[in-house]
């Protein structure tokens, strides 16, 4: 039979999660411009991450790889996997403020598809 998490363990995923739509919520409430918008949410974001999710998920400007990116995963070839931070890995806190950062980047239109 599968056990309920602790109280308290259930307590500061609800904490955490609020403070992530919270977050949101001051993204998408500012009257700020699109970049300073987009600002917020990589800071709101970046600061959510653990360090080793901080370092799949940000890169240098001038990184080598920086234009190596696929939509799809290539298998084929050696070494191209695809690099960064899937939703599916992060915490619930932090999904919430990822899709701000792409909303923040996005038209409404274009995030939705």
């Known amino acids: 039979m599968m056990s309920l998490p602790s109280k308290p363990a259930s307590v500061a995923r609800t904490h955490r999660l ?4 919270m977050a949101v919520c001051a993204v ?15 800071d709101l974001f970046v600061q959510a991450l653990s360090e080793d999710q901080l ?4 890169f240098a400007f001038d990184a080598d790889f920086r234009n190596e990116w696929y939509f799809v995963p290539n298998r084929s070839l050696p070494g191209k996997n695809r690099r960064g931070l899937p939703l599916k890995e ?9 899709h701000a950062l ?3 980047a996005l038209s409404r239109k274009g ?3």
């Open 18 to 21: 609020i403070q992530g739509l």
């Open 90 to 98: 992060m915490a619930s806190h932090q999904r919430p403020l990822a």
């Open 28 to 42: 998408n409430a500012g009257a700020r411009t699109p970049p300073e918008d987009m600002k917020q949410a990589a």
């Open 111 to 113: 995030y939705l598809q």
């Open 102 to 104: 792409l909303s923040s």
């Open 55 to 58: 370092n799949r998920a940000v």
